[in-house]
């Protein structure tokens, strides 16, 4: 019943988000023309990438991996459940949003699965390019540490509102 409620609330918003992410990776505002002109440079380091139904972009447990900005399609994040039983669904996410930054950031293992629903299409960064980006251009790298301090503080808070929920 949540996976069906999280897909309706999902699918509403689909052309809104991927409107939003067609400038920049992940949708934010730019208040100033340097932070256009590094948003635009911002994309020059990243390479495009494709999966179709079912393959997984990131598996669990495995080394840190890049990072990817979703263009287009739905994932589904996965945590293994150890137990023999299928994977437990942790969340969906659609285009304008990023995945593998904690492991990518961190230089940890994964700490989830994620699996294309559909075909999906994301922009990749790779280490490599992130150390060239930020010896190249601070602007556009300042950029991105943004985009993704952001992304990781929606999450934190809505996961704080569904402990809550569970909790009320």
């Known amino acids: 019943g949540l996976e069906h409620c999280e897909n309706e609330l999902l699918s509403f918003h689909d052309g809104a988000q991927s409107l939003a992410a ?7 505002e730019v208040t100033t023309a340097e ?6 440079r911002l ?6 990438c494709e999966w179709g139904p079912g393959s997984v972009i990131i598996r669990e447990s495995d080394p840190p ?3 990817y900005f979703l263009r287009s399609g739905r994932v589904v994040v996965e945590r293994a459940s150890g137990n023999g039983d299928p994977p437990l669904r942790l969340r969906t996410m ?3 949003t990023c995945v593998g930054e904690i ?8 700490t989830a699965s994620v699996v294309a629903e559909g075909t ?3 922009l990749r960064l790779s280490h490599e390019s992130l150390r060239r980006m930020e010896e190249r251009d601070p602007a556009a790298a300042g950029l991105l540490h943004k985009l993704v301090a952001r992304r990781l503080g929606e999450r934190l808070i809505a996961t704080n509102r569904l402990a809550l929920a569970l909790a009320g």
Do not use: K, N, R
Request: no cysteine.
């Open 103 to 110: 492991s990518f950031y961190l230089g940890t293992e994964t």
């Open 43 to 48: 994309l020059t380091y990243f390479e495009p």
């Open 94 to 96: 659609d285009a304008g």
């Open 120 to 122: 999906v299409t994301a």
């Open 22 to 28: 067609a400038a920049l990776p992940v949708p934010i």
């Open 65 to 67: 991996t890049d990072l």
């Open 35 to 40: 932070e256009q002109e590094a948003g635009a």
